[in-house]
């Protein structure tokens, strides 16, 4: 059973940054593709990013717009992802989640495993 849990997040004003973490355990982290979802009160889990197994590919979404990057150490069986220029509307619970198949994936119904999240506040 593969186990992710998140850490990193917090309370941030508008222009900081922050640098998530998923830490995953029980599985073949580097077989797995990866990705980080949010989710804001009263509005659906989004899709933010993914990375495939090897970290060679990466694939955003729209809003993201330089703003965040995925990155993952496969050493260390962790993903990351630093944002930077956090706005009032990131503010979300932010979670990770791998997939058994190792490509890049936005859609939430492909991941397999789900970290608990961690919360991000970015405060005007």
């Known amino acids: 059973q593969v186990q992710l849990v998140e850490s990193g997040g917090g309370l941030v004003q508008t222009g900081g940054s922050l640098r998530l973490s998923c830490a995953a355990s029980?599985?073949?982290?580097?077989?797995?593709?990866m990705g980080w979802f949010r989710q804001a009160p009263g509005k659906e889990r989004e899709f933010v990013a993914s990375?495939?197994?090897?970290?060679?590919?990466?694939y955003y979404a729209d809003f993201v717009k330089g703003q965040f990057t995925i990155s993952r150490d496969n050493a260390k069986n962790t993903m990351y992802l630093q944002m930077n220029s956090l706005k009032p509307e990131d503010t979300a619970v932010y979670y990770c989640?791998?997939?058994?198949?190792?490509?890049?994936?936005?859609?939430?119904?492909?991941?397999?495993?789900w970290g608990q999240g961690t919360q991000v506040t970015v405060s005007s």
């Open positions: 990375i495939n197994w090897s970290g060679g590919s990466v």
């Open positions: 029980g599985g073949n982290f580097r077989t797995y593709g």
């Open positions: 989640a791998a997939r058994v198949g190792g490509g890049i994936e936005s859609r939430k119904a492909s991941y397999e495993y």
